[in-house]
T-cell receptor, first 110, second 113 residues
Framework: SQQGEEDPQALSIQEGENATMNCSYK?????LQWYRQNSGRGLVHLIL?????REKHSGRLRVTLDTSKKSSSLLITASRAADTASYFC??????????FGAGTTVTVRA | DAGITQSPRHKVTETGTPVTLRCHQT?????MYWYRQDPGHGLRLIHY???????DKGEVSDGYSVSRSKTEDFLLTLESATSSQTSVYFC????????????FGPGTRLLVL
């Protein structure tokens, strides 16, 4: 069964604004990862945060992890039209498999 | 797409027909995965492989079988296709630092009529 659940399901923002999406999960994890999927394409890995980390940055991406609440957030700052995509969280329970959520669809309006 | 190709990219078939999808990688990674993606469900794991002839089931394996006779190829077979197997199928490998992240192929869009 799916481990992660993203919220919101869909998000529409103006170019230049920040986009925030959340992921909740159910069991202990080794790490949590975020992926992006552009329409009609495969998923692309964005960032990985380990269970002993609380925050991580990569370019315009900021990820937080709260293991006590079993939740993570992905912040995209200064959004661009090219950020229009679906974003998925995936949890790694240390068994070489990832469990993906249903995703958040982000639309960036020009 | 990290040296991962999938074939065919699109297929239309009829109910009851066997279908085989191929995933090919060029970098000798040990772990390979097959997922299906349906609206509202994200990606669900069908089967995965951790080496030649070593495979295991995922959460939605019923109606599917896999084979891996060499490192670079991972085949997914729908033994008798049903309309409920209409989906987009993605292959992935496990790679990167510590082999903790997955890299995905471009997908195969399958329509079962």
């Amino acid at each position: 069964s799916q481990q992660g659940e993203e919220d919101p399901q869909a998000l529409s923002i103006q170019e230049g604004e920040n986009a925030t999406m959340n992921c909740s999960y159910k069991t202990s994890i080794n790490n949590l990862q975020w992926y992006r999927q552009n329409s009609g394409r495969g998923l692309v890995h964005l960032i990985l945060i380990r269970s002993n980390e609380r925050e991580k940055h990569s370019g315009r991406l900021r990820v937080t992890l709260d293991t006590s609440k079993k939740s993570s957030s992905l912040l995209i700052t200064a959004s661009r039209a090219a950020d229009t995509a679906s974003y998925f969280c995936a949890t790694d329970e240390d068994d070489y498999k990832l469990s993906f959520g249903a995703g958040t669809t982000v639309t960036v309006r020009a | 797409d990290a040296g991962i190709t999938q074939s065919p990219r699109h297929k239309v078939t009829e109910t009851g027909t066997p279908v085989t999808l191929r995933c090919h990688q060029t970098e000798n990674h040990r772990y390979m995965y097959w997922y299906r993606q349906d609206p509202g469900h994200g990606l669900r794991l069908i089967h995965y492989s951790y080496g030649v002839k070593d495979t295991d089931k995922g959460e939605v394996s019923d109606g599917y079988s896999v084979s891996r006779s060499k490192t670079e190829d991972f085949l997914l077979t729908l033994e008798s296709a049903t309309s409920s197997q209409t989906s987009v199928y993605f292959c992935a490998i496990r790679a990167g630092t510590g082999e903790e992240t997955q890299y995905f192929g471009p997908g195969t869009r399958l329509l079962v009529l």
